[in-house]
C-alpha cells in the first residue's frame, strides 16, 4: 500500500506526523494525477482534491480527515493587478486542480457578477500586466509580498461553512479503514506540534511566520462541520448547471 499526497505545504505537515514506518511508503506527486494512480493502485491511499470525487463517486472517503480552510491560509492564492476597469481574464500557474478549475468558474459570477477567462500559463510572472490564481508551492511567498487573497476565504464565506480542499480517499474500503488508526494518531499529533513540524520544513521567514501566525485558519479534524461543508461543496457544480447530477460521499 502507498500514501500519495499532493506536493503542497498542508499534505507536507500531515506527512511529518506519520510514523516513520509509513513515511517511508510515502509518494508525492501532482495534485490532479492521484486519483488517476488510485485507480490503477486500488489498495493505495491519497490526499485528492475534493472536487475530484465528482468524477470518481464510487471512492470511498475518511471521515477522520481533510485539509480544510476558512480564513487568510489557503493553497490558492488570488492577484490582481492594480488599476484596472475590468476582469476579463485569470492565469492559473501550479498544482491545478479540479478544485480551482470548477470553483474558478462558480466564485467570480457569484459574488462580483463576472465571467473571466481562465487560462493555464508558464510564463514568467508579471503581476503589473495580469491576474493570477496560483495554486501549491508556486505561491512561495506571493501571498506576503504581492498582496494575495485568500482563495479559501472566498469559497468559506460563499458556503458560509469551511472550505474542505483536500480529502484522503482509497478505492479499497478496507485499505482506508485500516488506516484509520494513524490517521487519528496523526491528525492528534500535529494538532500538538504543529508549529514543530512547520519549523522543520525550513521555510522562507517570512511564509514562515506568515502560515504561523494565522493556523487558527487551517483544518486537518474532519468535525459535523467538515462534513456539512464537504457535502454542500460538491453540491455547487451541479446548481450552477456545471454537471448533471449530484454526487452521494462514500464515507468510511
Do not use: C, W
Amino acid at each position: 500500500m502507498n500514501i500519495i499526497i499532493p506536493q503542497n505545504i498542508f499534505s507536507t505537515l500531515f506527512a511529518l506526523a506519520l510514523p516513520d514506518g509509513e513515511k517511508e511508503k510515502l509518494t508525492i506527486m501532482d495534485s490532479s494525477l492521484i486519483v488517476k494512480e488510485l485507480e490503477n493502485n486500488k489498495d493505495s491511499i491519497g490526499i485528492i482534491p475534493s472536487l475530484d470525487l465528482l468524477r470518481h463517486p464510487e471512492i470511498f472517503v475518511s471521515q477522520n480527515f481533510a485539509i480544510s480552510f476558512d480564513g487568510v491560509l489557503s493553497n490558492s492564492y488570488l492577484y490582481f493587478k492594480q488599476d484596472q476597469n475590468s476582469l476579463d481574464k485569470i492565469l492559473l500557474r501550479g498544482d491545478i486542480t479540479s478544485n480551482d478549475l470548477i470553483l474558478g468558474k462558480i466564485l467570480f459570477p457569484e459574488q462580483y457578477g463576472i465571467e473571466p477567462e481562465l487560462l493555464l500559463d508558464s510564463k514568467p510572472i508579471d503581476f503589473d500586466s495580469n491576474n493570477y490564481l496560483m495554486i501549491g508551492i508556486e505561491n512561495d511567498t506571493y501571498p506576503i509580498v504581492n498582496n494575495g487573497i485568500s482563495f479559501s476565504d472566498h469559497i468559506a464565506e460563499l458556503l458560509n461553512l469551511p472550505y474542505v480542499n483536500f480529502v484522503l480517499a482509497s478505492y479499497s474500503e478496507e485499505s482506508l479503514q485500516n488506516f484509520e488508526e494513524v490517521i487519528q494518531n496523526a491528525v492528534e499529533l500535529l494538532n500538538e506540534n504543529i508549529q514543530d513540524y512547520l519549523t522543520k520544513l525550513k521555510l522562507d521567514t517570512k511564509l514562515h511566520d506568515f502560515i504561523s501566525n494565522n493556523l487558527n485558519s487551517l483544518y486537518y479534524d474532519f468535525t459535523e462541520n467538515e462534513r456539512e461543508a464537504l457535502e454542500e461543496l460538491i453540491k455547487l457544480p451541479y446548481y450552477h448547471g456545471l454537471i448533471e447530477e449530484l454526487v452521494e460521499i462514500k464515507f468510511v
